[in-house]
Antibody, heavy 129, light 108 residues
Framework: QVQLQESGPGLVKPSQTLSLTCTVS??????????WSWIRQPAGKGLEWIGR???????DYNPSLKSRVIISVDTSKNQFSLKLSSLTAADTAVYYCARVSRQWLVGTGEYYYYGMDVWGQGTTVTVSS | EIVLTQSPGTLSLSPGERATLSCRASQSVSSSYLAWYQQKPGQAPRILIYGASSRATGIPDRFSGSGSGTDFTLTIRRLEPEDFAVYYCQQYGGSPWTFGQGTKVEIK
């Protein structure tokens, strides 16, 4: 059973850059059957999608965060990472990593996506001086 | 960006009752790429439904999803005590992926 685990600092100062890592265990991050995503949730609020990455390195970001976000993947470590710069108090949230499963549909030239089917437990990040 | 609006905000029901949650999209969701997630306090979300109507692995058949285009519904046939939680819809047919604001199903 694949598991995801977020890691990183719990407290970061305003204007600094947040760096989080998601480690994938009991499965390979290099599988073409998945892409990998980051989501965040401020306390008592809803979910916000941050972005996703494929093991090819291709990325897609939420435009609301695009100027401050970099998602990368390290297949040798079975990890993917999030960097979020120019932090403010509004970035205080629980940050989740998640796996998105997909399947190649023979004859169509497309993948079918199954949604975010495995999530990490989340890590709380507070932006404060 | 596709905006998802969930209703109602809160649903107060008793165990054994039927719950009907709505998710309306501001534009058509491509390929019916609409998922439903359940979240309990202090826990990560868990996928219930993908592709608008397909149950994820291990999800009880009392959960069902329906809809297409801009209108989607999650139905919980008979509420069990463990079903009281917050439910989010999410579209992944267009970028950026977006979530609804959530519906809380609480015990009446």
């Amino acid at each position: 059973q694949v598991q995801l685990q977020e890691s990183g600092p719990g407290l970061v100062k305003p204007s600094q850059t947040l760096s989080l890592t998601c480690t994938v265990s009991s499965g390979s991050i290099s599988s073409g059957s998945h892409c990998w995503s980051w989501i965040r949730q401020p306390a008592g609020k809803g979910l916000e999608w941050i972005g996703r990455i494929y093991t090819s390195g291709s990325t897609d970001y939420n435009p609301s965060l695009k100027s401050r976000v970099i998602i990368s993947v390290d297949t040798s470590k079975n990890q993917f990472s999030l960097k979020l710069s120019s932090l403010t108090a509004a970035d205080t949230a629980v940050y989740y990593c998640a796996r998105v499963s997909r399947q190649w549909l023979v004859g169509t030239g497309e993948y079918y996506y199954y949604g975010m089917d495995v999530w990490g437990q989340g890590t709380t990040v507070t932006v404060s001086s | 960006e596709i905006v998802l609006t969930q209703s109602p905000g809160t649903l107060s029901l008793s165990p054994g009752e039927r719950a009907t949650l709505s998710c309306r999209a501001s534009q058509s969701v491509s390929s019916s790429y609409l998922a439903w997630y359940q979240q309990k306090p202090g826990q990560a979300p868990r996928i219930l439904i993908y592709g608008a109507s397909s149950r994820a692995t291990g999800i009880p058949d009392r959960f069902s999803g329906s809809g297409s285009g801009t209108d989607f519904t999650l139905t919980i046939r008979r509420l069990e005590p463990e079903d009281f939680a917050v439910y989010y819809c999410q579209q992944y047919g267009g970028s950026p992926w977006t979530f609804g604001q959530g519906t809380k199903v609480e015990i009446k």
